[in-house]
């Protein structure tokens, strides 16, 4: 069983109750990082849309997605975010291979060019605030569609800021999520 979080979970019962004042799926009730921003349904409302346009009902390829999102988590050395989304980028298509070679950055030879760009993207978010021109460049010619870049240039700003709420109050995985996979090593390993 997990450790009791610094931040109160709701219990259950609570958290579906919260999901119905913020207006979201009473599913979400079941993550962590719900059952913690639904002490403030506003805000639990405001990461579900995140979760929801960035995730659920994305435009950007959904590899590329988690590329993008894996490789925020492993910047921030986020357990919850790399964890969780471990088991959405292999559905996504993505390889144990590929995953750790996400770790590495952009030098990667075992991931596509388009893969490489993707981690660009998140590392200067990460190093500059800004993506260079030249990088949103490629980016934009890769991706084809503005609405998918768009997606992409915000996800590391928004899975950011969920990482700061998930780090800042140690938000428990959920019990049935391994830690660090596929192989357990964390950034600090």
């Known amino acids: 069983m997990a450790e009791p979080a ?3 979970l709701l219990d259950l019962e609570a958290a579906m109750a919260a999901t119905h004042v913020a207006g979201i799926g009473e599913v979400l009730a079941r993550v962590n990082l719900f059952r913690a921003t639904l002490h403030h349904p506003p ?18 390829d959904a590899r590329l997605r988690e590329i993008a999102i894996l490789r925020t988590g492993w910047r921030l050395g986020s357990v919850y975010e790399w964890s969780n989304h471990y088991g959405i980028g292999r559905r996504a298509g993505l390889t144990d291979d590929e995953i750790v070679a996400i770790r590495n950055g952009a030098s990667s030879t075992v991931l596509t060019a388009a893969d490489r760009c993707v981690i660009r993207v998140v590392d200067e978010i990460f190093d500059h605030v800004v993506v260079s021109p ?5 980016a934009r010619e890769l991706l084809g569609d503005d609405r998918a870049l768009l997606e992409l240039v915000m996800i590391p700003g928004c899975y950011r800021t969920i990482g700061t709420v998930l780090l800042t109050f140690d938000i428990p995985l959920e019990d049935h999520v391994a830690p660090w996979p596929p192989d357990g090593r964390s950034p600090t390993s």
Do not use: K
């Open 134 to 138: 030249s990088t949103l460049a490629e």
């Open 6 to 8: 610094i931040f109160p």
């Open 43 to 60: 805000i639990g409302r405001i990461v579900g849309d995140v979760v929801d346009a960035l995730v659920m009902n994305s435009v950007l």
